[in-house]
């Protein structure tokens, strides 16, 4: 994967100045990793605007990111290897106490963390869920959210080691037996 060796070197440049090349991957909130296929120019209400065309990895869509909002969509490098156990420690601590609220607040506050893009917010709604299943069944939305935050953790963590994402999923479950 030749892609890998240029995602090292995006991490360097991306992060101090949040742009992107063709080629790089990156990290959409909610949606997941995904490589920058081209930067495009487009006219809009006659002002001429840089997109960046991102198809994401898991599903092939393609969203179009404008170069200006980079910051306020939330677009952003995959972490380095070197921070996975970071992640791994949120998912390790101890739930926030959710098992007292009603499962529509769970459930929006959870959307919340998703789309904040942070893999360490996500990282505790996957932590919480995961928990929280162990003591009593989860909605049909939680198992959902749940679902989605164990995806965007073995997208990105998988990404970072340069690693099979069933080889990621393993590790993951490891931290919990």
Not at 151 to 168: G, H, P, R
């Amino acid at each position: 994967m030749g892609e890998k060796s240029k995602k090292i070197k995006a991490n360097d440049s991306a992060l101090s100045k949040k742009e992107f090349s063709k080629g790089d991957l990156a990290v959409y909130p909610a949606h997941g990793v995904g490589y920058i296929e081209s930067i495009e120019s487009k006219e809009i209400n006659g002002d001429t605007l840089n997109f960046y065309m991102m198809k994401i990895v898991e599903n092939g869509m393609v969203i179009m990111i404008p170069t200006a909002n980079v910051e306020s969509v939330g677009l952003r490098e995959v972490i380095p290897e070197t921070e996975v156990p970071e992640v791994y420690k949120v998912m390790q601590a101890k739930a926030q106490g959710a098992d007292n609220q009603t499962w529509n607040r769970r459930y929006r506050e959870y959307m919340d963390k998703i789309k904040t893009g942070s893999i360490y917010d996500v990282a505790e709604v996957f932590r919480d869920l995961f928990q929280l299943k162990i003591e009593k069944d989860l909605s049909f939305g939680e198992r959902k959210l749940l679902d989605t935050a164990q995806n965007l953790l073995v997208q990105e963590l998988s990404t970072a080691k340069d690693i099979d994402e069933k080889e990621m999923m393993q590790e993951i479950e490891n931290l919990f037996n």
